[in-house]
């Protein structure tokens, strides 16, 4: 799967329309070194305010982080509590990136890959080596050849438009994009790639491709310009011919889509089942509204809205989420060992192995874990887009690669700085519907995909130290 950036889920969107930044503070549940509590912001900045007077504004309601020298070789922490690593950041500021599993370049060994300003970082084995320059994509697959054995692929595309498959220069159709192991063209055309032989083959799905269904780990299923949701396959078939099949699942122009259930525009909810098999099931019909009201039996809990004002219920195959959580996974590191990982809404990393604990700050997303040397050892990518590895056993948290954000942290005017202008366009921003934010990832400092007084007072502390 490929992950674009840092919105990592969202409990409900609308299909239709752009995004908006949410102006409302965001509350995380425990406030630690990192985090503000309900700071108290005016509505406007004069224009003739000092910078010692913005600066020391309502600052005393910020939390401030400990100062803390950081070595390669962590202490062991102690038995009663667990120790929160905090590295010094570089100053730069992860705007986009794409990460996946990679195996060609990492020497046949699964790993991960990290795209940053087109240059993909491997990642595995204990090091992040700089494989890859000028790369404008890239996707990884994991599919059956003619011979019905799985194969892995990584699949690379460079900004001058060549294509590349396990480092094989490709046919190319026009493709501009890379996800789940597919390409898609500007044109809307979609292809999908199988393995054969010792090379890939980019077979030809459809021209009306839109984009891929968020949220779902099925990736045959994907939004049609005009059929709605589909659903597609692609194999060889009993004389070893290639085929790819398509059919509609019977959701036309859905306008409303939370995780699995979908209110099209006739305003009728479905619930879209995956396993075992691709199932759509009516729930309703006269459907105005559809919001999470919380979980049941472990899945979330929709409450529905009918045109008479009405409500009933409905439950989600999509598992209830921890409000302060934004990522939980379990990575095999091989060797029987796994790593379970989470991370809260203030990017704060806790990684767990054979009761061994680690917890580090301002991370984006975890990569994979291995073993290197019978040594346990997880990989994660930072909010600097630096790239990290934790030993369990050493209990050396090592920096791979300073990576390369693609921006200066806290500078939403976009001149390349972080000063009190951008202070000041922040402030107005909170207080105001007409200020125009050139850089706004930038200045998303507890990036929760929105702007907001939380962000404000971070930008405060920021620029005090």
Not at 36 to 52: F, G, K, M, R, Y
Not at 391 to 420: H, I, P, R, Y
Request: net charge negative.
């Amino acid at each position: 799967m490929k992950y674009r950036r840092f919105s990592v889920c969202c409990a409900a969107a609308v299909l239709i329309g752009g995004m908006n930044l949410s102006r409302a503070a965001s509350a995380d549940t425990e406030p630690d070194a990192g985090t503000v509590t309900d700071p108290v912001l005016s509505d406007t900045l004069c224009d003739d305010t000092s910078e010692a007077e913005l600066l020391t504004e309502d600052v005393e309601d910020i939390e401030e982080a400990p100062d803390c020298d950081f070595v390669s070789l962590f202490p062991a922490a102690a038995t009663t509590a667990v120790s929160v690593y905090n590295p010094e950041l570089h100053n730069t500021w992860l705007d986009t990136a794409v990460y996946d599993t990679c195996t060609y370049y990492n020497g046949g060994s699964v790993g991960s890959a990290v795209l940053l300003n087109g240059t993909m970082y491997v990642v595995g084995k204990g090091k992040a080596t700089a494989a890859l320059k000028d790369v404008a994509d890239f996707t990884h697959v994991y599919a059956q050849n003619e011979k019905g054995v799985y194969t892995h692929g990584d699949l690379v595309l460079k900004k001058d438009g060549t294509l590349l498959a396990n480092g094989k220069e490709q046919k190319q159709c026009g493709i501009t994009s890379l996800e789940y192991g597919c390409g898609s063209t500007d044109n809307h055309e979609l292809y999908a790639f199988i393995p054969y032989t010792d090379m890939f083959i980019n077979t030809f799905v459809t021209d009306s491709f839109s984009r891929f269904l968020p949220d779902q780990e099925i990736p045959q299923l994907y939004y049609s310009m005009g059929d709605g949701v589909v659903a597609f396959h692609v194999n060889y078939s009993d004389t070893g011919a290639i085929r790819a099949t398509r059919s509609s699942v019977g959701i036309v122009a859905p306008r409303i889509v939370a995780g699995d259930l979908f209110v099209d525009n006739l305003d009728v909810l479905y619930r879209l089942d995956t396993e075992p098999d691709i199932k759509l099931n009516w729930i309703t019909n006269y459907v105005k509204s559809l919001e999470c009201i919380g979980e049941k039996n472990g899945c979330k809990l929709f409450r529905y809205t009918l045109t008479n004002n009405r409500t009933g219920e409905v439950v989600s195959n999509v598992k209830a989420e921890d409000p302060s959580v934004i990522l939980r996974k379990e990575l095999s590191a091989g060797s029987g060992k796994t790593v379970s990982c989470v991370i809260t809404r203030n990017r704060q990393l806790s990684g767990t192995c054979s009761g061994k604990q680690f917890t580090v700050t301002n991370v984006e997303t975890v990569l994979h874990a291995d073993t290197v040397s019978g040594k346990v050892c997880l990989y994660f990518l930072r909010t600097d887009g630096s790239i990290w590895m934790y030993n369990f056993d050493t209990k050396a948290c090592t920096e791979l690669a300073s990576g390369s954000g693609s921006g200066v942290k806290g500078d939403v005017n976009g001149d390349g700085k972080f000063n009190t202008d951008d202070l000041k366009l922040m402030q107005n921003w909170v207080g105001s519907e007409n200020s125009t934010i050139a850089n706004w990832k930038c200045g998303d400092l507890n990036k929760d995909n929105s702007l907001d007084s939380t962000d404000l007072a971070l930008m405060k502390r920021d620029l005090m130290h």
